[in-house]
């Protein structure tokens, strides 16, 4: 992978400008989240746009929106949608989420987020990066309220989190009335703990569904056939 850009079966991700670069967890949650049915879907904190060109290449018949903070971020995403075959579909607003969430008229029936995640850990001495990856400028009790005042009511939340973050995130969601009803804990291999989980909600509750995956089987980039299978219609080598 260059670290200018990054090639996918069905375009190309630039980022040489966003401080947060493609990733596992972006491209995991951009594959496993449930599109089906969505008509309108928002991208909480696009960075380079990867999971909005992911969700309109899986649904074909959705208008997305994706909001970004970040002013080199959002630049960097204008131009991969606009590189993109799906651009006509694809809307990035450069607006802070407590505002846009304010703002908006709009009522989503999905809206998907890999957020600055991390509450309490080691920030970055380079801000861009420390704003991408700490939840400085979007809270959990932020990020809960925005999505509490747009999801319609039969929509579902869908996001990634680490271990205790997420943890902390379903309780918090649960006290809004928003509830998690799907868990996907992921391993990097079988004999390590969960490193990430990703989370989805609704204002219905239901019973769980919660499973376990691991990226690869213990040897270096040797990956197992459950990764494969999600990702395949993205990762080129897949």
Not at 52 to 65: F, K, P, V
């Amino acid at each position: 992978m260059s670290n200018t850009n990054f090639s996918f079966k069905q375009f190309v991700i630039y980022q040489e400008k966003s401080a947060m670069k493609v990733g596992v967890d972006g491209v995991m949650l951009g594959a496993w989240t449930d599109v089906a049915k969505a008509v309108n879907i928002l991208d909480i904190g696009t960075g380079t746009g990867l999971i909005a060109i992911m969700m309109a290449q899986r649904n074909s018949i959705a208008n997305i929106d994706a909001v970004e903070i970040e002013q080199q971020s959002y630049e960097q995403a204008v131009e991969n949608v606009n590189r993109c075959i799906w651009k006509n579909r694809i809307n990035v607003i450069h607006e802070k989420f407590q505002t846009f969430a304010e703002i908006t008229q709009k009522r989503y029936d999905l809206i998907v987020s890999n957020p600055p995640y991390f509450i309490a850990s080691l920030q970055s001495p380079e801000m861009q990066r420390t704003v991408a990856r700490h939840s400085l400028l979007l809270t959990q009790d932020d990020l809960i309220n925005g999505v509490d005042k747009i999801l319609c009511d039969t929509g579902k939340f869908a996001a990634i989190f680490p271990y205790i973050e997420a943890n902390i995130f379903i309780a918090k969601a649960a006290v809004q009335n928003i509830f998690c009803n799907k868990k996907t804990n992921i391993k990097p291999s079988p004999e390590k703990p969960v490193k990430r989980i990703m989370l989805e909600f609704s204002r219905i509750k239901q019973n769980l569904m919660e499973n376990t995956i691991c990226i690869e089987t213990g040897k270096r980039h040797d990956y197992t056939a459950e990764y494969k299978m999600l990702t395949k219609d993205f990762y080129i080598k897949f």
